[in-house]
């Protein structure tokens, strides 16, 4: 795993044209500014390259997928248009995996919650292990799941999103992720899934191109308003995060965590 407090992310094209997109952060693979835009610039770059047939999007280490957003950064922002800036962070991550002529499969190994739960929800394939229960805890700290709700509904339903939202301090399983639609195969251990994920990136990777392109957007249809969307769900969490109620519950948090 890279050593890095930053964190960063990474880019392989195999010869078969699977292109692989790893990112890794210290702090359970959560995601600040700087790698959502690094990670959206990459998603783009991936599926323009010519050699690329499939994308797998992937975090790195064995526990956490990604724990959402940068609470750091969020105790930093101190007006709206700060706090508007960071959360289109995600609805550009989100966008970019909507627009990519390539199909996405998210390997996710372990926790998501928040953001990573959009960041599964916007691929087009999810592979998962029975560890990788999902969770918004957003509201228990004065926020929402603004900016990936489209993203997430569209794949488990408003049932689902209502409990998953509503229940925001509660981990649901991997099996609930499956049956509601947010993950497509759950396995055992990681060597199963990766062995799994292996096959099908390498299957999918040997199918006509065009055809590929053709399914992703059928996939999609219905979503072209969702740059305008996702940015004024930017807005609102943007506005949120500055309330007395959020700031002291992210204060609570680190005091928590460092205890």
Same mark, same amino acid.
């Given at each position: ?11 392989? +094209? ?22 959502? #835009? ?10 323009? $390259? ?26 930093? +922002?101190? #007006? ?22 390539? @199909? ?12 990573? !739960? ?8 999810? &592979? ?10 957003? &509201?228990? @700290? ?5 900016? @990936?709700?489209?993203? !997430? ?16 301090? $509660? ?10 639609? &947010?993950?497509?195969? !759950?396995?055992?251990?990681?060597? #199963?899934? #990766? ?40 807005? @609102?969490?943007?506005?949120? !995060? ?18």
């Amino acid at each position: 795993m890279p050593d890095n407090p930053n964190g960063n992310i990474t880019l392989t +094209i195999s010869d078969t044209g699977v292109a692989t997109i790893s990112f890794y952060h210290p702090a359970q693979n959560s995601l600040p500014a700087a790698l959502l #835009d690094e990670l959206t610039a990459t998603i783009n770059k991936a599926g323009a $390259d010519e050699k690329t047939r499939v994308i797998v999007l992937k975090s790195e280490g064995e526990r956490t997928f990604c724990a959402g957003a940068s609470f750091d950064e969020l105790l930093q +922002i101190k #007006d709206k248009e700060a706090g508007t800036l960071f959360f289109s962070g995600f609805a550009r991550v989100i966008n970019a995996c909507r627009k990519s002529p390539k @199909i996405i499969i998210a390997r996710v190994q372990g926790k998501a919650v928040g953001g990573g !739960v959009g960041l599964a929800a916007a691929a087009d394939y999810c &592979l998962a292990t029975e560890a990788a229960s999902i969770k918004l805890s957003e &509201l228990a @700290i004065g926020i929402g799941p603004f900016v @990936i709700s489209p993203a !997430v509904m569209r794949k488990i339903g408003l049932p689902a999103f209502s409990q998953l939202t509503i229940r925001a301090i $509660d981990f649901q399983t991997a099996h609930w992720a499956k049956e509601k639609g &947010l993950y497509n195969e !759950v396995y055992t251990n990681i060597n #199963d899934m #990766d062995e799994a994920l292996n096959t099908l990136s390498q299957k999918l990777a040997s199918y006509h191109p065009e055809a590929l392109t053709g399914l992703k957007q059928i996939l999609w249809e219905g979503t072209e308003s969702w740059d305008e969307l996702l940015n004024e769900r930017a807005a @609102i969490s943007g506005k949120l !995060v500055l309330s007395e109620f959020t700031q002291q519950a992210l204060q609570d948090f680190f005091k928590k965590n460092r205890t």
